[in-house]
């Protein structure tokens, strides 16, 4: 079973800054079968990149995702406070379809 | 505009049993497969379930944590997917989301169930005596 490890666990930043969230495999991910999903409080969760790089619909080109093998990233540009959440990333190209713990972005 | 409504969940006794509900629109309900994710309080996601679409067989997949007590299906004619729960526990108190998975090509040009594309809002299970 494939474990997902995100760091860092909270990440401290300032709107119009730029963020960088880590998630590392334990084995490496086939095909880059790789999700990132946002989290409000309160909300549920929303599908933000898929297949490691891919944005979802309707998602602002302020956030990307890149990675390949274990090592996988999601960036934000230009933070908005709407972007202040916590963050999750997924595999789902095999069973069980892990999360990893998340990171929490924080306003500074 | 796709649409999933979770509800059935409610406060249960250790060892009771417990049916969840989520009533989907706005999508063809046959064309995707279904899984459930829970959050318990103060925690992070957690997998628990999914079930292929009829094209793909129906066939269900769990996460060892519920394996042999909890149960996925779906009705196709409502367009709604269930999750039978049994023998609760107390760890299994958690908000129980419901959500769409998409079949998508890859790069590899497989044709694959992908991430969770759409999301209820989730319904409360609480297993307290």
């Known amino acids: 079973e494939i474990v997902l490890t995100q760091s860092p666990g909270t990440l401290s930043l300032s709107p119009g800054e730029r963020a960088t969230l880590s998630c590392r495999a334990s084995?490496?991910?086939?095909?880059?079968?790789l999700a990132w999903y946002q989290q409000r409080p309160g909300q549920a969760p929303r599908l933000l990149i898929y297949g490691a790089s891919s944005r979802a619909t309707g998602i602002p080109d302020r956030f990307s995702g890149r990675g390949f093998g274990t090592d996988f990233t999601l960036s934000i540009n230009r933070l908005a406070p709407e972007d202040f959440a916590v963050y999750y990333c997924?595999?789902?190209?095999?069973?069980?379809?892990?999360f990893g713990q998340g990171t929490k972005l924080e306003i500074k | 505009e796709v649409q999933l409504v979770e509800s059935g969940g409610d406060l249960v006794q250790p060892g009771l049993s417990l049916r969840l509900s989520c009533i989907t629109s706005?999508?063809?309900?046959?064309?995707?497969?279904m899984s459930w994710v829970r959050q318990a309080p103060g925690k992070g996601l957690e997998w628990v379930a999914f079930i292929r679409s009829e094209a793909y067989g129906v066939t269900p997949d769990y996460a060892a944590s519920v394996k042999g007590r909890f149960t996925i299906s779906r009705d196709d004619s409502q367009s709604i997917a269930y999750l039978q729960m049994n023998s609760l526990k107390t760890e299994d108190t958690a908000v129980y989301y419901c959500?769409?998975?998409?079949?998508?090509?890859?790069?590899?040009?497989?044709?694959?169930?992908?991430?969770?594309?759409?999301w209820g809002q989730g319904t409360l299970v609480t297993v307290s005596s």
């Open positions: 706005g999508f063809t309900f046959g064309d995707y497969a």
């Open positions: 997924q595999l789902y190209g095999s069973f069980p379809r892990t």
């Open positions: 959500s769409r998975v998409s079949y998508y090509y890859d790069s590899s040009g497989y044709y694959i169930p992908g991430p969770n594309d759409y």
């Open positions: 084995q490496r991910v086939g095909s880059s079968y």
